[in-house]
């Protein structure tokens, strides 16, 4: 089966606000705020990302204001004033022609909203988020049946054709089956395709 042809580039954000690593806490704080967002990538160079500094980050200032305990990291960040000396390194980073699935497991397994997209050589190119992987679920409910019928159903061996409906992003497909074998196969590329919320399945097979 054809894969859905999204990928992060198609929906990350292309200009992006980045500091270098000697930016000031305040200077930090001050573009958080101006540009509406939680973290910035720190770069190196010729823009290699090298780091990332969050409000998490920043926040640690506040934390450990009247303590001297806690773990012994994060108290030494606290006592940070630059960006390189905040920065959670090495960035957590996705590549511009990686799938939306794979951006959505990073996010999930590194618990991270935002990621910095990077090139083969680790050149920053945009950042994608949490609200950027969603937009694939504004897609019509006709052009993602469009698509089902096109790039799914037109690569499966059926002498009859079938149908297609699409509510809210919820797919029904109904018709015949020449085996039973091919309902998991149908069921995981109709998931597969970018915006489907959900499949329902009425078939029946011969």
Not at 162 to 182: C, I, K, W, Y
Request: charge should be negative; avoid cysteine; hydrophobic fraction near 45%.
């Amino acid at each position: 089966m054809p894969e859905s042809p999204y990928r992060v580039s198609d929906v990350m954000t292309h200009t992006v606000v980045a500091v270098g690593s000697e930016a000031s806490f305040k200077e930090i704080v001050a573009l958080l705020d101006e540009w509406k967002v939680s973290a910035l990538p720190v770069l190196a160079g010729e823009g290699r990302v090298v780091g990332v500094v969050s409000e998490a980050d920043l926040l640690l200032k506040e934390e450990f204001r009247d303590t001297e305990q806690g773990d012994l990291a994060d108290r030494v960040k606290a006592g940070a004033v630059t960006a390189g000396e905040l920065m959670s390194a090495p960035a957590v980073t996705v590549h511009a022609d990686a799938s939306l699935a794979e951006a959505a497991r990073i996010m999930a397994r590194r618990h991270v909203k935002r990621l910095p997209v990077v090139d083969g050589v680790g050149l920053l190119q945009g950042v994608v988020s949490r609200s950027d992987l969603l937009k694939v679920f504004l897609r019509s409910d006709e052009e993602i049946a469009e698509e089902i019928r096109g790039s799914v159903l037109g690569q499966l061996p059926f002498t009859e054709p079938l149908s297609v409906s699409v509510t809210e992003g919820v797919v029904t497909l109904g018709g015949a089956l020449p085996d039973r074998a091919l309902v998991p196969v149908l069921a995981r590329a109709v998931r597969a395709v970018e915006g489907v919320v959900d499949i329902r399945l009425d078939l029946t097979h011969r």
